[in-house]
């Protein structure tokens, strides 16, 4: 971008404008920042200066070691990470050959495929809950992560297939004739157009992990055995328990807090180019 | 549409040479659309169904609409939805003043390219990608009369009397609900926006600045109707997003969605009715039944934006 050499305004509205902004961040960020900070001080100095960093005399870690007594956070993070990265998987296999047929065959019933796999996106499958509970007890799959990979599969199948078709109709048919003529089976094509719409597979990864990371309605309904929790309903439940121990309630917070940060400071270019579809790089 | 016709004189040829069934298209499709019909789609008509049936001697049996008409009419289950409905009118609404204005305002801003716009852009978006249980804990905290936060804040800036346990009482806790949610999801309207105001051509920009023309016509003259598609489904997005809610309002209030359902949405209902609580036993039927009328109240604002904003827009391009 052309940034600083084309100012489109004149200096008081580029003021204002960095004043809003500013005024903005602060308050997108402060909260954050304040529960961190207090997870690291005593519980005096958290009520009696909450805006303070914390120093020698106020620095403890007792909040975390209250955590590391008594709630299965390891497990919960692990199974956060066995169903996020599960769903993940799932999704952009399933999705990117659905829409390697989608935009690379004409079949009789394309348009039409297209169409039912796209009504998704807008109607949330939440409103499916007591049909998906019913499913899943009759799978025996209730307490099990395969209960929320699945669901969060086909959550994600269509707003992936949809992003995902788009961009497989962008890759040169040269390409794909070539191999064909050289003798490809049409999975080898399908094999050699991944690599090619890699952006599109980053975008889809960033935009679906959220959602699957963050989720409490599922785990809550489909997998709620202390084996099976993941780190968002664990740390509800905790900090349900444990409301007036300050200490250990922005300790939860905080782990809970700093992996999604960290996973969002490494992927904000694909989400940011998956939200707004390449306009911003 | 370029590859259209291309993918249609290829396949063409491909018909004439009569090629056995294509195997491989099936296989190709069958993964995901077999997870996603017997995972999503299945599962909502199957709970559409079931809120056609009730329990009878120990079996489910068809009853058609009863369970609706007793959703509707009688007062233990009519009361608590007319009021989640109200509730959840509201929270949209301000939702659509309040966030998609002030992430419209963010976005025009980023677009005026002042420096460090990206480094604003991921700190503006931060909120949006931590869990909302996070969020409801993190503000539960800060508003809590205990820690006083609030208190240090607005002290010094003589606001004393907006010291207040604004989620405790009846009158307040929803807008404060929903001004919650709005900070945490600002972020998506904020890029939609943002993403449609680049794609505006440069030499737009540069005819406007020869002419004189300062941040404010341009933004009336050249932005607002070259990205009034994007506040159409900004508008959707935040439709079908907040009536379906649930975790915010879960986390920080609990499944009750007090202080006396002051903050009682549908998905809280629907939780509810589905699971039951102290005091009801949870009932599937009905719970589908909410389910129901929230599948309908979406499709309802589904088809308005079909209907009337689609129509505008094209009378707006033409």
Redesign the interface.
């Known amino acids: ?4 050499g ?5 200096r008081p ?2 003021v204002l ?2 004043l ?2 500013i005024f ?2 602060l ?3 402060l ?2 920042l ?2 961190i900070v207090n997870s690291f001080k005593d519980r005096l100095t ?2 009696s200066h ?2 303070a960093l914390p120093n020698g005399g106020t620095f403890t870690l007792d909040g975390y070691r209250t955590l590391a007594s008594s709630a299965n956070f390891p497990l919960f993070f692990l199974n956060s990470l066995l169903v996020t990265l599960g769903s993940l998987f ?1 999704i952009l ?3 990117s ?2 829409a ?3 935009s ?4 009789r019933l394309n348009t039409l ?1 297209g169409l ?2 796209s ?2 996106i ?11 509970l ?2 899943m007890v009759g799978l025996h799959l209730v307490n099990t992560l395969w209960a929320l990979i ?2 969060y ?3 994600g ?2 707003l992936a ?1 949809f992003v995902l078709t788009s961009f497989m ?1 962008g890759v040169p ?1 040269d390409l794909k004739e070539a191999a064909r003529i050289d003798g490809a ?3 080898r094509i ?1 094999g050699l157009t991944l690599p090619l719409i890699r952006p599109a597979l980053g975008a889809v990864t960033a935009i679906s992990m ?1 959602p699957i ?5 599922f785990p809550l ?1 489909l997998a709620p055995g202390e084996s099976t929790k993941t780190i ?1 309903l664990g ?2 439940a905790f ?1 349900g328990q444990f409301v007036n121990d ?1 200490n250990a ?2 300790a939860a ?1 905080t782990l ?2 700093v992996p ?2 960290v ?3 490494i992927f ?1 270019r694909q ?2 180019s998956g ?3 390449g ?2 790089k | 549409m370029a ?1 259209t016709s ?3 004189t ?2 063409s040829a491909r018909v004439k040479r009569r090629r056995p069934f ?1 195997w ?2 099936a ?3 069958a ?3 077999l ?2 019909t ?10 559409l169904w ?1 809120s056609l049936n009730n329990q009878s001697g120990g079996r489910a049996a068809f009853v058609g609409l009863a369970n609706y008409q007793k959703l509707l009419g009688s007062e233990l289950y009519a009361q608590p939805l007319w009021n989640a409905l109200r509730n959840n009118v509201v929270f949209f609404l301000i939702h659509m003043l309040v966030q998609n204005p ?1 992430g419209l ?2 976005a025009v ?2 677009s ?6 990206a480094v ?15 969020i409801g ?3 539960k ?2 508003l809590n009369p ?4 609030q208190r ?1 804040l607005l002290t010094p800036l003589g606001l004393e009397h907006l010291d207040q346990p604004w989620l405790g009482l009846p009158n307040t806790a929803l807008p404060t609900l929903s001004l919650i949610s709005v ?1 945490q999801n ?1 972020g ?1 309207p904020m ?2 926006f ?3 105001l ?2 505006i051509p ?1 030499e737009l ?1 540069e005819a406007a ?1 020869l002419d004189g023309a ?2 404010w016509t ?1 933004f009336r003259r050249i932005q607002l109707p070259l990205i009034l598609p994007t506040v159409g489904i900004v508008s ?1 997005l935040t439709f ?1 997003g907040n009536f ?1 809610a ?2 915010l309002i ?2 920080t209030q609990g499944a009750l969605a007090g202080p006396n359902f002051a903050s009682d949405i549908l ?1 809280t209902l ?1 939780y509810r009715t ?2 039951g609580y102290q005091l009801q036993s949870g009932d ?1 039927y009905m ?2 039944a909410v ?1 129901g009328v ?2 309908a109240v ?2 309802a604002g ?1 088809l308005v934006y079909l209907v009337a904003w689609q129509r505008r827009m094209t009378e707006v391009q033409l």
């Open positions: 971008m052309t940034s600083a084309v100012p489109l305004l004149n509205s580029r404008g960095h809003v902004l903005y961040s308050l997108a960020t909260p954050t304040l529960i958290i009520f909450p805006f799932l296999l399933v999705s050959m659905a390697f047929a989608l690379e065959y004409r079949f495929l039912y796999l009504v998704g807008m109607v949330p499958i939440r409103l499916g809950t007591v049909g998906i019913n499913l699945l669901v599969t086909a959550q199948i269509p297939v109709r048919r089976s049409e999975y399908y959220i990371w963050n989720d409490l309605w309904i968002v740390a509800s900090l300050y309630v922005l917070l809970a807090i999604v940060v996973l969002y400071i904000s989400l940011v939200i707004t579809g306009a911003l | 590859h291309l993918s249609a290829s396949s294509p491989h298209i296989v190709f499709l993964p995901a659309v997870i996603y017997v995972v999503m789609i299945y599962p909502i008509l199957s709970s079931l002030v305002l963010l801003l980023l005026f390219r002042l420096r460090g716009s604003y852009r991921t700190l503006l978006f931060t909120p949006t990608v931590l869990s909302v249980v996070i804990f993190a503000w905290l800060i205990v820690w006083g936060v240090a900070w600002i998506i890029l939609l943002l993403a449609a680049v794609r440069d920009y600045r300062g941040g341009i959707v079908v379906n649930f975790d879960y986390s998905g629907f589905f699971f599937p719970g589908a389910a929230m599948l979406i499709l589904l």
